[in-house]
Every structure is written in C-alpha cells, then in structure tokens.
C-alpha cells in the first residue's frame, strides 16, 4: 500500500518558470517530510525538509509547502533552470519509526531552455 | 571524503540463487539503511543498521536479510531469487539517523533472469 503518492509521472516547464511538484500522503501519523532530487545513475541526494509543525520551508529557490489537514507537500522551484531537470522523490517518516522512511514513485522533471 | 560505495553496481543472476550486495557508508556514519527502487513502487525500506545492530525493517520476505560489520560496512543478501526482486537497489549511511542526513549511493542494479 503506497502511503506516499506521487501522481504526476513527469512535467515539463520552461526555464525560469515555477516548477511545482505535489505529493500526497494517507498516514496521518507522518511527522517529517523530505525532498530528494536524483540524476541517472547516481543515488537520490537530499534536497529539502520540513517538519510538521511547520507548513513552509525555504533554502533558495527551493521551498516545501506541507497541509497537514489535506495531506498534502508540493515543492516550489523558482526559477527552474535546466540543471534541476531530475527526478523528484518526496518522503515521509513517522515518530518513533527509526530511520525508515516511505517514499514516492518520483515525478520526472525537464526543464526546457 | 569518499561517497558511499556500493558493489557491484551490475549484477544479473538466475532465478533461485542466492546474491550479496554490499555498502561501504561514509567513514563515521554508523547508520545504513537499504531500499529497494522499483519502476512502479518508488523506494521501498528494507531495513536499517545502526552499529551492528538491525534498528528497523521493511515489509519485505525474510529471503532478504542483511548485516553490518564493526567497521559500519553492510552488506545486503537475498536467497531464492525471484524474478520480481529485478531492481536497484540503494544504499544510505547517516551519521545521525535522519533521512536529511542519508546519503545515497549509487546503487547496484540486479537483474535476475
């Protein structure tokens, strides 16, 4: 059962343009959120947090929006350059659940020069 | 300082035998965690090591296990190999076992035929 979804497969935008990726979650219990961007062959590299006492957080052009009521994250790219053309995985974990963290199935991002 | 290391990065095997992967962390991350990264279902917790000791695990069957050594080095083993356990697979050390402090490495791809 995937508590971390990502329904957008991939997007397109044009340079310097928003890029904006979403993600859903069902557990409720889920408390910390990440951002991880990976490259073809290379594993996924942390990108961005957020807790959930918290429903915004910025470092750059990248900033996390999180709605505990609706479940829902989206990161914000502002502006996108074609160097953040990735895959995005967001994450979740729960308290007292170790390390373990339930991941998206990624959203493909290309930006287009 | 070095990444971490994962080898093979390759591997194709024949459906029931046996594999070992392994994962060299970054030297003092006594934290290692494996997923499994499948096409449909994202990335998929197996397990995570802290100091040699199993600290979580995923829902996977018990023909995945792993270990980890004194010196924080892991390594992953699947027996009875299914067609199914086609994937790549990561590995992430962390010196404080949050997911904001996993790195990745760049996994290694099996494929079982």
């Known amino acids: 059962d995937q508590q971390v979804k990502q329904n957008s497969p991939s997007l397109s935008v044009q340079e310097g343009r928003i890029s904006i990726l979403n993600c859903d979650y069902t557990?409720?219990?889920?408390?910390?959120f990440l951002w991880y961007k990976k490259y073809p062959a290379e594993g996924p590299t942390f990108l961005i947090s957020?807790?959930?006492?918290?429903d915004k957080n910025e470092d750059g052009r990248f900033t996390v929006f999180l709605n505990k009521s609706a479940k829902h994250l989206s990161l914000h790219i502002v502006p996108s350059q074609p160097g953040d053309s990735a895959v995005y995985f967001c994450?979740?974990?729960?308290?007292?659940?170790?390390?373990?963290?339930?991941f998206g199935t990624g959203t493909s991002l290309t930006v287009i020069p | 300082k070095a990444g971490v290391t994962q080898t093979p990065r390759y591997l194709i095997k024949t459906r029931g035998q046996q594999v070992t992967l392994s994962c060299s962390p970054i030297?003092?991350?006594?934290?290692v965690s494996w997923y499994q990264q499948t096409p449909g279902q994202g990335l998929q917790f197996l397990f995570e090591?802290?100091?040699?000791?199993?600290?979580n695990k995923g829902n996977f069957p018990g023909r995945f296990s792993g270990r980890q050594f004194s010196n924080s080095r892991s390594e992953m083993n699947v027996s009875t190999l299914e067609l199914g356990d086609s994937a790549l697979y990561l590995c992430?050390?962390?010196?404080?076992?949050?997911?904001?402090?996993?790195?990745f490495g760049s996994g290694t791809r099996l494929t079982v035929v």
């Open positions: 994450a979740a974990s729960a308290p007292n659940t170790g390390n373990q963290f339930y």
């Open positions: 090591y802290f100091s040699e000791t199993q600290r």
């Open positions: 557990n409720s219990m889920f408390d910390y």
């Open positions: 030297s003092g991350h006594r934290s």
């Open positions: 992430a050390s962390s010196l404080t076992g949050t997911g904001s402090g996993y790195t």
């Open positions: 957020i807790s959930s006492i918290k």
